[in-house]
């Protein structure tokens, strides 16, 4: 069911809806593109017992911070608007922990977060290992840009653009995918529908990825311009955060741990406190597979009572 769900949010972000799918034409082409897009992905993951539990619950983990840090990225992001004007969203993305976002919807901020945890971000060393092992999954389309690791590392920026040509930047920009995300409500029914589909653009630095989604009005196959100055505006915020980030980090794991664990969970909610671990280790408690078991099973309870229209969950 969880391979199912995201199966469909990959597809929704990367191809949009499934709405104007009523002609016989339309039908066959959305088979292709689940036919090119589904086997890679599939081979991507892990295998099915050893899928997190976020990925299970569709759900995010986020990287606590101050409110000083928190509003310095909303600063920086508003400021590469101002001198971007092509620049709609953002999104930052430390580790396998969302820092920061500006999507407004939530459906859209987790399609978008679970995207770049699985396939943005390099898999741990021994669960890549053990993909290799399977076999690393096919490049997809080769006319499309690629979307699945590793393929997909080149099209993900470092901060620093100089090694490069400016055909080699051109060369990368045709391969930057574009990405649907859900039509805003309008409350004036005569204004134009609102922008829903962007550009990707990601920039790395060690842990941190900074995600800009760019109108596709932006001709970036045209010229090398826009990213070579975008990467020059971004080089030293970004590295300043990312450094700010690793030491938040490194303070809290030399925190003694606290004396309170717990799982939170209702309807809308499921929150574990940091020093409940998914996977174990020397810190924190490891939640056990019949424990997740349990939440998932949970989930699904709760997930019925809201579709069958039996009002709010019961306590679990």
């Excluded at 589904?38 to 911070?65: C, M, N, T």
């Excluded at 909303?74 to 969203?89: G, K, P, R, T, Y």
């Excluded at 290799?132 to 096919?138: A, I, M, T």
């Amino acid at each position: 069911d969880a391979v199912l769900k995201n199966a469909y949010q990959l597809v929704r972000l990367f191809n949009g809806g499934f709405g104007n799918t009523g002609s016989e034409a339309s039908v066959g082409a959305l088979r292709t593109t689940l036919a090119l897009l589904l086997p890679p992905f599939i081979a991507s993951l892990p295998p099915v017992k050893q899928l997190a539990l976020p990925f299970s619950l569709r759900g995010i983990r986020y990287f606590p911070v101050d409110r000083q840090t928190f509003l310095s990225f909303q600063s920086f992001f508003h400021l590469a608007q101002q001198d971007f004007s092509s620049i709609a969203h953002g999104v930052c993305v430390y580790e396998d922990m969302l820092v920061w976002s500006s999507l407004p919807d939530a459906n859209d901020t987790n399609m978008f977060y679970t995207y770049m945890v699985t396939q943005v971000l390099e898999p741990e060393a021994a669960a890549f290992s053990a993909r290799k092992n399977r076999g690393l999954p096919v490049a997809k389309d080769p006319e499309a840009p690629p979307l699945f690791f590793p393929y997909n590392r080149i099209w993900i920026l470092p901060l620093d653009l100089s090694p490069f040509a400016p055909h080699q930047l051109v060369s990368i920009a045709q391969k930057i995918p574009c990405v649907h995300l859900s039509s805003p409500p309008s409350s004036d029914p005569a204004a134009p529908p609102a922008a829903s589909s962007f550009r990707l653009v990601v920039f790395r630095h060690n842990q941190l990825r900074w995600c800009f989604l760019v109108s596709v009005s932006e001709p970036l196959e045209a010229s090398s311009f826009f990213l070579e100055h975008l990467a020059n505006f971004v080089a030293g915020p970004i590295k300043k955060y990312e450094r700010t980030l690793a030491t938040l980090e490194s303070r809290a794991h030399m925190g003694a741990d606290e004396p309170y664990r717990y799982l939170y969970f209702n309807g809308m909610n499921l929150a574990l406190k940091d020093t409940l671990k998914l996977g174990g280790g020397s810190k924190g408690a490891a939640l056990s597979s019949e424990t997740q078991a349990l939440l998932l099973d949970m989930h699904a309870a709760f997930a019925g009572e809201e579709e069958g229209g039996k009002g709010g969950a019961q306590r679990r």
